[in-house]
């Protein structure tokens, strides 16, 4: 099974050559990137978020194999689905799934169910994919699609079930939790509350994002599964993290009352 883009020449170009100039642009020139356990990444449409997307992405390798876990904006039947079998396409070309993680995830947690259906209409992972293509032409790739039912004891199972299949696989493999940040406040809301949860992430506290994002009522739609991605990079011995780059919607839209943030962290 090949799922199609659902949201190319919306959410980002979707010819070829368009979406390659523009996440080539969004990259920036050649830098000093590091390896990384895990990357944070926003997934709105690239004349927003791009930028933060396009510098998180530069400063990590892009290995052959990484998982992707982004939030469900719609209802699924599963806690935590992925696809795993088949592959993904953009107007970049395909990206093989990586059965053989895919198939260790599942089997190493019973929370995990295999669902294609629950990707078809998610815009979350696949604005993350020319990314990722861009970087590592070659990479094969895990989705995981998280419930917004999913509660902090569920996301830290998923994360020690993903380390323990990274590990059990053997190979070079890059975390990826797709999410933005607060949604429709004003800039210095955003700052405020993104920061509170930002400082979370680089203190490699998943419970701690967990419940700052509930207490604070931080409209962070993928907090679940950065809180899982967290919880997984610590199972892979990650020891800090850098926040890469922070931007509104408003640097875009010049609407600074009703922004919503993106942030760009790395995990090492």
């Known amino acids: 099974m090949t799922r199609k883009p659902c949201v190319a020449g919306q959410f980002y170009p979707g010819t070829r050559n368009e979406l390659l100039q523009t996440v080539a642009a969004l990259a920036g020139p050649a830098g000093a990137a590091v390896r990384a356990v895990a990357v944070v ?8 978020s791009g930028p933060v997307a ?19 904006h719609h209802e699924i039947g599963p806690l935590f689905a992925v696809q795993a079998r088949g592959a993904w396409q953009t107007p970049l070309g395909e990206s093989a799934i990586d059965e053989d993680l895919a198939g260790r995830i599942l089997g190493g947690c019973p929370l995990v169910e295999e669902d294609e259906a629950a990707h078809r209409r998610e815009h979350s992972l696949e604005v993350q994919l020319p990314f990722i293509q861009y970087f590592q032409p070659e990479a094969a790739i895990v989705p995981i699609c998280v419930s917004s039912l999913a509660g902090y004891d569920q996301l830290a199972t998923l994360g020690r079930a993903l380390a323990a299949a990274v590990c059990d696989a053997g190979r070079e493999t890059l975390l990826l939790a797709s999410t933005d940040m607060s949604h429709y406040v004003s800039q210095r809301t955003a700052e405020r509350k993104d920061m509170l949860a930002i400082r979370r992430v680089l203190d490699l506290d998943a419970a701690g994002l967990f419940e700052t994002v509930v207490a604070e009522g931080i409209s962070m739609c993928g907090f679940q599964p950065t809180a899982a991605v967290v919880a997984a990079a610590l199972g892979l011995g990650a020891t800090g993290a850098e926040l890469i780059r922070y931007q509104t919607s408003g640097e875009a839209s010049g609407d600074y009352e009703q922004v919503v943030g993106y942030a760009g962290i790395r995990i090492v």
């Open 41 to 48: 990444s926003p997934h709105a449409g690239y004349v927003y």
């Open 54 to 72: 396009g510098a998180v992405f530069a400063s990590v390798n892009v290995p052959a194999s990484v998982v992707m876990l982004g939030p469900a």
